[in-house]
C-alpha cells in the first residue's frame, strides 16, 4: 500500500508562511489524486486542497484561496502545500491523503491512503 510521510509543520507568527511535505512511497503508481486536510481541536476534518497526479490541476478549500498552493514533484513523489499569509485560524494538524481513483473530492472517506500528520500552529 501507499505510504505518506508529512513533514514541515511548526509554529510561526500571523503573517508568516510554512510549507508542508508529503512523500509517498510504494506503489505509487496507483495514485491519482494527492490531498491535503486539516483538523482543529475540537473540530472536524475539513479538505484544504487536492491535486490531480498526472495533470497538476488543482482545487482549494475557499478561506485559502490565494494565500495556499500545492504543487506536486513527480518524479520526487511529493506533493507540498505553500502556505502564505497564515492567521490563527488555520492552526490545526494536516494530513497528506491519496487517492486512487480520478476527480479532487473533498470528502475525507473517499481517500485511501493518510499519513500521519503535522502540526501547524499559527500564533496572533
Known amino acids: 500500500q501507499v505510504q505518506l510521510v508529512e513533514s514541515g509543520g511548526g509554529l510561526v507568527q500571523a503573517g508568516g508562511s510554512l510549507r508542508l511535505s508529503c512523500a509517498a512511497s510504494?506503489?505509487?503508481?496507483?495514485?491519482?489524486?494527492m490531498g491535503w486536510f486539516r483538523q482543529a481541536p475540537g473540530k472536524e476534518g475539513e479538505f484544504v486542497a487536492g491535486?490531480?497526479?498526472?495533470?497538476?490541476?488543482?482545487n482549494y478549500r475557499n478561506s485559502v484561496k490565494g494565500r495556499f498552493t500545492i504543487s506536486r514533484d513527480y518524479g520526487q513523489n511529493t506533493v507540498y502545500l505553500q502556505m502564505n499569509s497564515l492567521k490563527s485560524e488555520d492552526t490545526a494538524v494536516y494530513y497528506c491523503s491519496s487517492r486512487r481513483s480520478i476527480g479532487i473530492v473533498t470528502g475525507p472517506s473517499q481517500y485511501d491512503y493518510w499519513g500521519r500528520g503535522t502540526q501547524v500552529t499559527v500564533s496572533s
Open positions: 491535486i490531480t497526479w498526472s495533470t497538476g490541476s488543482t
Open positions: 510504494g506503489p505509487t503508481f496507483n495514485i491519482r489524486v
